[in-house]
């Protein structure tokens, strides 16, 4: 057995782990502990070489990464090292690495990180190899990978362990380093349209009265309350009262509210706020960005999601919220003379409604929801919503019922929000005092956030506002079912102790 004081007692190990834990111990006494080591200075990762054989055959190299596989034959074997950039396999011969040094490196396990030096060159298989001259363990593994020809498929050990997963599947890392890719092209697109980026509170002093449910904390110094974020919007059309014409924030955002395969307490948005545009101008800019986000990441527009074709390349389709019910539903919204009429109508065509005094902006928002949301596949963009299910967009002047106000959709899944912004401070208040009255009713603590009013009072120019969820976006880009797929540490549910 090894030594009790490198076991941890929080650990419970396995008969491998306990025999990985002796060679640990047996290392140590020898005076080869490998958590020692502080640096390896390596020079070239694996994807690189292989690509660039050409240029470095006989060349020297040091790589490091994870053994992942290991074939002893005599006085030589074969393993495979997996680094940042993919697999390489390496060649290792007693006689070029000395006796003693063979005998260490027959003794590693798999996932053991190990350091190699040698010259590169392609075996009569044609695979291309490091021939190893010297080699030396980096960082002992202490536990079993997963069976190569399983893998790690169990969803919630994949979550919860994501390290594993990455590990053993590859698939996984190319996820995770498209979604970086994905960020950064979304950032040099705005960027390349003079769009700056800024940072904002993620604990705010006020809950205020949007329908999204905030964390609650506690600021200990002050002795007060404090609320993480459900949005980036109030602070940024600030910075546009403030002369910042345009502005984003890649931003994290916070809501405590339910969970399933397209949304999580916390997700990452993007907010952007343009001076002297409006919410056509929005549609432009999101179609276009897409548009060149997809190509940039996956080579191409035309991509697949859950089996479905998504042409991201054609011309997005337009549609009025009220054209798209008539279209789906068959119920004309202009017909309706008064809200009972229209609560009627959707009771008599099998539409639910959650109030019982539901207005008529309320019941299309309804028939939307029931009736054509399952139908929008192709990217879609629906616009002028009632002002019942929009506080923070500016209505429209022929129709002050309904708001210029937009969201698209792509696989029956809404992916954005955008406005006209509301820049008339009277109608802002007023908006959110009926906001605020409607939460403190349910039991909120709910505050119009005056500073915001104030703002506005200021001056914000004519604004087009959008917002737009990262996950949802890296979901289709990489053809994602689940938003834990797309994040790095999606929130779990403790396991019992």
């Known amino acids: 057995m090894p030594d009790e004081t490198i076991i941890s007692a929080q650990t419970q190990y396995s008969e491998q782990s306990l025999i990985r834990l002796e060679k640990l111990d047996k290392l140590i006494k020898e005076g080869n502990n ?11 990762e694996s994807t690189p070489i ?7 055959e006989g060349k020297t190299v040091k790589i490091a990464g994870r053994m992942m596989s290991r074939r ?10 997996l680094d940042a950039r993919g697999q390489i396999q390496v060649y290792v011969k007693r006689d070029d690495v000395g006796e003693e040094s063979y005998r260490r490196f027959k003794d590693y396990d798999i996932g053991d990180v190990i350091g190699i030096e040698g010259f590169v060159f392609k075996t009569k298989t044609g695979e291309v190899s490091v021939h190893a001259k010297s080699l030396e363990l980096l960082t002992k593994c202490l536990h079993p990978l997963p069976e190569k020809f399983h893998g790690l498929k169990d969803t919630d050990t994949r979550y919860r362990q994501r390290y594993l997963d990455l590990i053993v599947n590859p698939e996984v890392r190319q996820t995770f380093i498209k979604r970086s890719r994905i960020i950064n092209a979304i950032r040099e697109f705005l960027d390349a349209r003079g769009y700056l980026e800024v940072d904002t509170p993620v604990l705010g002093t006020l809950e205020i009265g949007a329908a999204a449910r905030p964390f609650v904390t506690h600021h200990n110094a002050l002795d007060i309350d404090m609320y993480m974020r459900i949005e980036t919007e109030l602070h940024l059309k600030r910075l546009i009262v403030g002369g910042l014409d345009r502005v984003y924030e890649v931003g994290r955002i916070f809501r405590n509210e339910g969970m399933d395969t397209r949304h999580n307490p916390e997700f990452t948005s993007v907010e952007l706020y343009q001076a002297y545009t409006d919410y056509h101008g929005m549609m432009d ?16 527009t035309q991509i697949t999601y859950q089996g479905t074709p998504i042409d991201l390349g054609g011309e997005w389709k337009r549609m009025s919220m009220t054209q798209a019910v008539k279209e789906y539903s068959g119920i004309d919204y202009y017909s309706w003379q008064s809200d009972e009429q229209a609560r009627e109508e959707l009771k008599k065509n099998g539409y639910e409604l959650e ?13 939307f929801e029931q009736a054509v949301e399952e139908n929008l596949i192709q990217p879609t963009f629906i616009y002028d919503y009632p002002i019942e299910v929009s506080p ?37 208040r007023q908006r959110f005092e009926k906001q605020v009255a409607q939460k403190r009713a349910q039991g909120a603590n709910a505050q119009v956030d005056e ?27 990489t053809d994602s079912a689940s938003i834990r797929d797309v994040l790095l540490f999606p929130t779990m549910k403790p396991l019992d102790n």
Do not use: W
């Not at 292989?50 to 470095?56: K, N, S, V």
């Not at 002893?72 to 090292?81: E, L, Q, R, T, Y």
């Not at 800019?285 to 191409?300: N, P, S």
């Open 34 to 44: 490998p958590y020692e080591l502080v640096k390896y200075d390596q020079t070239h």
């Open 50 to 56: 292989i690509e660039g054989y050409d240029d470095l």
């Open 72 to 81: 002893v034959m005599g006085k030589a074997s074969f393993a495979h090292i």
């Open 285 to 300: 800019l999101i179609e276009a960005l897409f548009k060149q986000v997809a190509q940039k990441v996956c080579g191409t």
């Open 355 to 367: 109030s019982d005094v539901a207005t008529k902006g309320e019941c299309l928002n309804a028939l």
């Open 392 to 428: 923070l967009a500016k209505r429209k002047p022929d129709e002050p019922e309904l708001t210029q106000r937009f969201e698209f959709f792509i696989v029956a899944s809404e992916f954005g929000n955008a406005f006209s912004e509301l820049n008339d401070p009277i109608d802002q």
């Open 451 to 477: 500073d915001f009013v104030c703002a506005l009072e200021y001056g914000l120019p004519p604004t087009g506002g959008l917002g737009f969820g990262v996950d949802r976006m890296v979901m289709l880009l």
